[in-house]
């Protein structure tokens, strides 16, 4: 392995709009595997990734979230939180914050990296959020999060792709 993948400055290429969406699996916070073809063809997905369980910004984002839940269900949509924390940090977080949607744990990084949202050097997500369509075809890629009306920011989109 060579110096700059050690310091995890390669990553796997940027997901971009209009590409499929790249395949997962991980356990939630209540155990439970989720995987993306689950929702092919039921509901859109709208995939976040999210630096740490618990820190100022995750948990505005999350709680926005968890406040625009209801809207973004009734737009078609599911939400997964995806972040290199554990499943036990995962329930903590969940419950502490009363979030009604999966957090994905992903240790080994294999989906923060199949989307290339790996932050150099440190390894952990970066703040991104990808909205998949019902087909598995991601069609928007939100960069610049607004932690506090990031359900807003999604909403709109979701919106917009129902026209």
């Known amino acids: 392995m060579g110096i700059i993948a050690m310091l995890g400055l390669a990553s796997a290429a940027e997901v971009t709009e209009g590409a499929k ?14 995987r993306l073809a689950d929702f092919k063809g039921k509901s859109a997905v ?50 502490k914050f009363h979030l009604p949607f999966s957090l994905l744990a992903d240790p080994d990084k294999k989906i923060i990296e199949a989307y290339g949202v790996k932050m150099p050097l440190i390894g952990i997500a970066k703040r991104v959020t990808f909205i998949i369509d019902k087909q598995g075809i991601v069609r928007h890629v939100l960069s610049d999060v607004r932690t506090k009306d990031h359900d807003q920011q999604v909403l709109d989109f979701l919106k917009a792709l129902a026209k």
């Open 21 to 34: 969406a790249p395949a997962f699996e991980a356990q939630d916070q209540h155990g439970a595997t989720v």
């Open 46 to 95: 709208v995939l976040y990734f999210y630096p740490k369980d618990d820190t100022p910004g995750c948990t505005a984002e999350a709680c926005s979230l968890r406040d625009g839940f209801g809207e973004i269900r009734k737009a078609g949509a599911v939400i997964l939180g995806v972040s290199a924390d554990n499943g036990q940090s995962h329930k903590a977080f969940a419950e």
